[in-house]
């Protein structure tokens, strides 16, 4: 019998072998700890002067090399991990696909988006509301969890960053699953309101788990904040081995290394 060997793949283009997550101190230590929590996040959809918000269960990455991390960070963080894309591969995550505000496609992701919220509206009981998202419009719904404005305003912890490319981040999306029990996939911002805490405690058992082996890179602001992360490591001796946090040591790297030589 012929051996088939998997087709090779070409790394010298714009596209790393690694998804990096940035965050905070605070939150660095409990990805290293426990893994990603996914959290509702907002997601703006606009076509021409109409514009829609929904919001998922997710945990976001990019797909940047380090010598594209600085402007990056400057948005999002200057705490973050990078795991293998071999990692995300196995673990489900998926490139997001980008739309032009203006064009045909994203006014039809619109009007499906606004009859999904009627929909909502009319149920109104919250456990018929997931049986009937999921019977009727699961596919839908799992394409629409995956899109992204091409560019738009970027507003980050209440901070407007004005028009943004968001296509420059080639975002990857971690998204719980559509047979998740208990939770709604994706709902639109007027059913979201300002319960953000209410629903992040409903989704707070899932966790997205890697191990040490996947981490590549680990990011923290300064030489200040070197010590403080290895100590935090050094003290997970009940859930890394001597080698696993050995390797997680290595791999630590200052977000103004990377500035400075990259």
């Known amino acids: 019998m012929t051996k088939t060997n998997k087709p090779r793949i070409h790394r010298n283009g714009p596209y790393p072998d690694i998804l990096f997550h940035f965050t905070s101190s605070k939150g660095l230590r409990g990805i290293i700890k426990e893994g990603f929590r996914p959290s509702y996040a907002k997601e703006r959809i606009v ?5 829609k918000e929904i919001v998922v269960p997710m945990v976001s990455f990019c797909d940047l090399r380090l010598s594209e991390l600085p402007f990056h960070m400057r948005k999002y963080g200057r705490f973050g991990i990078g795991l293998t894309k071999s990692w995300a591969e196995k673990m489900g995550l998926n ?17 499906g988006l606004e009859g999904y919220s009627k929909l909502i509206a009319e149920i109104g009981d919250w456990d018929k509301m997931i049986l009937e998202t999921r019977e009727r419009y699961c596919k839908l719904l799992n394409i629409q969890r995956y899109i992204k404005s091409y560019e738009g305003k970027l507003i980050r912890k209440d901070k407007d960053f004005g028009n943004y490319r968001f296509a420059d981040e080639r975002e990857w999306r971690y998204v719980l699953p559509l047979e998740t029990k208990g939770i709604l996939p994706f709902m639109p911002k007027e059913l979201f309101g300002d ?6 405690k409903q989704i707070a058992s899932y966790v997205l788990k890697f191990s040490a082996i996947d981490v590549k890179y680990i ?32 791999r ?4 103004s290394q990377i500035r400075a030589d990259m």
């Open 47 to 51: 076509s021409g002067s109409t514009e």
């Open 95 to 111: 490139p997001v696909a980008y739309v032009n505000n203006g064009s045909d496609f994203t006014t039809s992701i619109l009007t």
């Open 195 to 200: 319960e953000k805490k209410f629903y992040n």
């Open 219 to 250: 990011i923290v602001e300064n030489e200040k904040n070197i010590k403080p992360i290895c100590d935090h490591i050094a003290s997970l001796d009940a859930i890394y081995d001597i080698r696993e946090r050995n390797h997680l040591l290595a």
């Open 252 to 255: 630590i790297l200052t977000a």
